[in-house]
């Protein structure tokens, strides 16, 4: 079993985090990490900064400039990659961005550096499945989770082409919007889970506009896994490198509403 | 669509791909709408009716064809080629833009579309689209980086007295690719009611193809007024590229010419070793809004900030399809710098009683050098895309003159 099938195999939905990796620096970012583990969380997405994150809302646009103005490179980001798959043996960790910095050096270079420094998943938000052969050939090849996103615009008729060659979960986009902002309705998010399950057998993991446990603990009970990132970044650009704390605090409430949402049902 | 294999005028494949160029690298959310676009963009091209009306309003509200006019006293000051012109800076709005707006604002009402949104640079683009929403009714909001927005007061203005919201975007570096990455929000949140227009040809498949098409409008017609002016077609062609619509609607319906030279002529700013605009002489492969082509970015494919004396031209990217000619060979590339559109600007001005824009004056310039080296019998064509009446404040400062 792979370290993403184990996570979304504990008997309880899986916690997600996101943060955007060298905010506010690189330095910085190691222990953010060990805190979201600390903190309970399942997976671990980490943000490779790019100069124009056109899928994201404001927090997370100024999450990737801060990163960038402290200097934050590529080799930084697989670096803190590296460094904390030493320190989670067991943690899947999975790399976030858009599709220049990844290809830029080629997609074989980037996905051999993946499995260089222990990646498990990819998600790229502007490589839709008909642009495939840019990237996902050479990070299946290499092992590599691609984890594609599915939204409210995802239609039945496409639905098979964004489950074509994906793995690891599939991230469900709540909103048709950007990142941080609104929140679905519930019965909305129900629905389309029921939809994307009925198709495949992955994982679904939903994110976009969950921002608290009492948003993420609803959203578990129907769902795989719930992917928290605005809220998370709101407190690093609020403590700087002082965040780990306050990241630590905030992941486990919403471990805990998450990880204990359908036993309190029961 | 030619199906000559040999043709350089039957791109984009069916992906829209231009060679390696090009694409459709969107988010998720966008792709079915993008699909969308495409199906109801063969539908309008099939339909006699939407070219009918695209036809109609050209004339009559832009004022079309525009002349093609010969420049006697720049051709003797030169002393080589002929110059011809190709006079789009008479179109209503002052510019070659409204071409492209009057054909997207035409699809989007097709495709019952209720909301219009656009980017802006310089602000020519916004005013063309503020200006279409006027005459169809149509809510319009367009973005514009914070920068540009102080630079560019009466472009302003001029959005907002033809009831377009003009939003300041202070996200990144507050220029024209921000201003193109916050209307793509936008339109990721409101995909349901709202068309994008983008301004020049790129972005995703199919916008490259289908701002090519709608500029297209100036090539065809400059093919003919040459043909039954000269009797013959032209030498060379010359056009000034930011993202490259005007140059792409000149070039296109020539592209098969064999004996028609063609040159594009990008923006070198302070020169090629500092800051400049110049995607194609200064950049490489790349992936930004939407489309795989020639970007200026750094070693990790961070986006660098594009400088030129025209707010036109001032993008780190150019369309696909140039970036698919250089590689073929079939049309060459060179660059101006902001000093030399300077001296090419007021050439036209004195030679001509003609106030070109900045943007086109970097073809000027690109005239200037080579006309001398070509014989009097010969022809040069080149695009005069848009007029300087929004330019006289910057070039009034740059000569250090105080309006």
């Not at chain 2, 829209?16 to 091209?45: C, D, N, Q």
């Not at chain 2, 710098?337 to 004056?361: K, V, Y």
């Amino acid at each position: 079993m792979t370290r993403l099938q184990s996570a979304f195999a504990k008997g309880q939905p899986a916690l997600v985090c996101f943060v955007t990796g060298g905010d506010p620096t690189p330095d910085a970012t190691p222990a953010i990490l060990d805190a979201l583990v600390e903190g309970g969380a399942d997976v671990i997405e980490l943000g490779m900064p790019f100069t124009d994150p056109m899928a994201d809302g404001p927090a997370i646009q100024a999450a990737n400039l801060r990163a960038l103005a402290a200097g934050t490179t590529t080799a930084d980001i697989f670096r803190i990659a590296a460094s904390f798959r030493t320190r989670h043996p067991d943690v899947p960790l999975v790399l976030m961005g858009y599709a220049n910095p990844m290809v830029t050096r080629g997609a074989q270079w980037f996905a051999d550096e993946c499995a260089k420094a222990g990646i498990d998943g990819v998600i790229c938000v502007d490589i839709p499945p008909e642009e495939d052969a840019e990237l996902g050939p050479f990070l299946r090849d290499a092992g590599i989770s691609l984890i594609r996103l599915a939204t409210p615009t995802t239609d039945a008729a496409r639905l098979p082409a964004v489950l074509e060659g994906s793995s690891g979960f599939l991230y469900y986009v709540s909103v048709a919007g950007i990142t941080g902002m609104q929140q679905a309705g519930l019965a909305s998010i129900e629905a389309a889970v029921a939809t994307l399950k009925a198709a495949s057998d992955i994982p679904v993991a939903v994110g976009f506009g969950v921002r608290t446990p009492e948003q993420a603990g609803p959203i578990a009970k129907v769902a795989d896994g719930v992917v928290v990132g605005s809220a998370l970044i709101d407190l690093v650009a609020s403590h700087g490198t002082d965040a780990a704390g306050p990241v630590r605090e905030l992941t486990r409430a919403l471990s805990q509403a998450v990880h204990e949402s359908r036993k309190a049902d029961a | 669509m030619s199906t000559n294999p040999n043709s350089f005028r039957n791109q984009p494949d069916e992906r829209g791909h231009f060679g390696a160029y090009g694409g459709r690298y969107v988010a998720e959310t966008l792709m079915p709408l993008i699909l969308e676009l495409e199906r109801e963009y063969r539908a309008a091209k099939a339909d006699p009716a939407f070219q009918a009306e695209f036809d109609d309003l050209l004339e009559h509200y832009v004022g079309r064809p525009s002349p093609l006019y010969f420049a006697p006293r720049l051709t003797e000051e030169l002393g080589g080629a002929q110059v011809w012109f190709k006079r789009d800076e008479l179109n209503h709005t002052g510019a070659h833009k409204i071409n492209n707006c009057i054909g997207q604002i035409l699809l989007a009402m097709r495709m019952g579309k209720t909301r219009i949104i656009a980017e802006t640079g310089a602000g020519q683009h916004g005013v063309a689209t503020a200006t279409v929403c006027a005459r169809f009714g149509l809510p319009c909001v367009v973005y514009m980086g914070a920068t540009d927005v102080a630079r560019q007061a009466p472009n302003v203005f001029r959005m907002k007295l033809l009831g377009a919201e003009v939003v300041p975007v202070t996200a990144g570096a507050a220029t024209l690719k921000d201003a193109m990455n916050e209307a793509l929000r936008d339109w990721v949140a409101n995909v349901h009611d709202t068309f994008y227009i983008i301004g020049t040809a790129a972005g995703p498949h199919p916008y490259p193809e289908l701002v090519r098409d709608f500029q297209s409008v100036i090539g065809r017609e400059a093919r003919e007024q040459m043909l039954s002016r000269t009797g013959r077609l032209p030498d060379l062609l010359v056009a000034a590229i930011g993202g490259g619509s005007n140059a792409i609607g000149l070039f296109h319906p020539f592209l098969d010419d064999a004996n028609v030279k063609m040159l594009g002529v990008e923006a070198a700013g302070h020169g090629l070793d500092k800051e400049h605009a110049a995607s194609l002489a200064g950049g490489r492969p790349g992936i930004l809004h939407g489309n795989k082509t020639y970007l200026l970015q750094d070693d990790d494919g961070q986006i660098l900030e594009g400088h030129s004396i025209s707010a036109g031209l001032d993008y780190p990217g150019i369309g696909p399809e140039h970036a698919w000619l250089k590689e073929s060979g079939r049309v060459e590339y060179t660059s101006a710098t902001d000093r030399e559109a300077l001296d090419a600007f007021q050439l036209l001005c004195r030679t001509e009683g003609i106030i070109p824009a900045l943007e086109p004056s970097h073809a000027i310039a690109a005239v200037q050098q080579v006309a001398p080296t070509m014989d009097k019998d010969q022809i040069i064509l080149a695009n005069l895309c848009g007029r300087g009446d929004k330019d006289i404040f910057s070039v009034a400062e740059h000569l250090g003159v105080k309006l």
